[in-house]
């Protein structure tokens, strides 16, 4: 075997080890999930339960794995298609599982239309929303922030906790493989979480970075390009007419997002309670500033699509 062939043979058998553990462990999953429903009154129902935390935690580090393998081999792929970021952050703090954390949103009513790979950055938000509950105190409330860059380019998506916080000595290491901090002590990971997350932003075009709150805890936050036509309407406006009242004249209205147009690119416990809290645009800006300035008001959506080159704020 050649020098230059090594490293694919490796990548390759890689893939069939992932692929051949995969199938027996979404089988012992599923035997496992069902047997403790059955058996929640007897004795061995919590053995079966602790068996299908067993099988679902194997798999995810496998599913880890088989992403640092399509990072390092280049072929992680994104299917790019125009999302509303704010529903999707909606809908998957709702769907976790997160402790006794209760979320509270922000930005989340007004939908903001980006180019991205839904399944790929609902991923992202996920690891996200479970590293914040991980570190933070029992009761305490992971923060969320949906929102527009400084310079009306890029959207971008806040997770804030509450716990002990990043020590200063261990920021450079916090992306890298297997990297785990002195706080993780007594938790459950593989340190692949971020490194991933990073990468797959990376490949939309944003950036993945680690903030420090004034008020303590951690902060992570992400970029992402807004799709040509800045921002979709507000949920306010999606809603049939008969439904509105007058308070929904309040809600700004936003332009319709481009035409839909998919490209693949390459690189190298308990729900949660969900509150809300909306924010609107300056009314002065609604005629003469471009779309990726502001929200404009109107009692219908307007056609045609603004051109525009997303890039991400720094």
Do not use: W
Not at 225 to 234: D, F, K, N, T, Y
């Amino acid at each position: 075997m050649s020098p230059r062939s090594a490293p694919r043979a490796r990548d390759d058998y890689l893939s069939l080890v992932i692929h051949e553990l995969r199938n027996p462990l979404v089988g012992i999953d599923a035997a496992a999930r069902v047997l403790a429903r059955e058996l929640a009154s007897h004795p061995v129902g919590p053995r079966a339960a602790a068996i299908a935390a067993e099988a679902r935690h194997l798999l995810e580090l496998l599913e880890s794995l088989a992403d640092v393998e399509s990072i390092e081999s280049g072929r992680l792929r994104s299917v790019l298609r125009p999302i509303d970021l704010a529903a999707l952050v909606r809908e998957t703090a709702l769907a976790m599982h997160i402790g006794d954390h209760p979320v509270a949103l922000r930005g989340g009513d007004v939908a903001i239309a980006v180019r991205a790979d839904d399944r790929r950055i609902r991923q992202v938000i996920k690891n996200l929303l479970a590293n914040a509950a991980q570190y933070s105190p029992v009761g305490t409330t992971i923060e969320v922030t949906v929102g527009i860059g400084a310079r009306r380019r890029a959207a971008t998506v806040e997770v804030r906790d509450h716990g002990p916080g990043i020590p200063p000595l261990e920021r450079r290491k916090l992306f890298r493989k297997f990297a785990r901090l002195s706080t993780a002590e007594g938790t459950r990971g593989s340190g692949l979480g971020l490194y991933i997350c990073r990468r797959i932003v990376a490949d939309h075009g944003g950036e993945l970075r680690a903030g420090r709150p004034s008020g303590g805890g951690s902060a992570f936050s992400f970029t992402l390009p807004l799709a040509e036509g800045s921002v979709m309407r507000s949920s306010a406006e999606r809603r049939p007419a008969r439904s509105r009242n007058r308070s929904a004249a309040s809600v700004p209205a936003l332009p319709s997002p481009m035409r839909s147009r998919s490209r693949t690119r390459r690189s190298p416990g308990p729900h949660p309670q969900l509150t809300a809290e909306g924010e609107t645009a300056d009314p002065r800006q609604r005629r003469r500033s471009p779309p990726n300035a502001g929200m404009r008001q109107e009692s219908r959506p307007t056609r045609g699509n603004v051109a525009g080159r997303p890039a991400e704020d720094k």
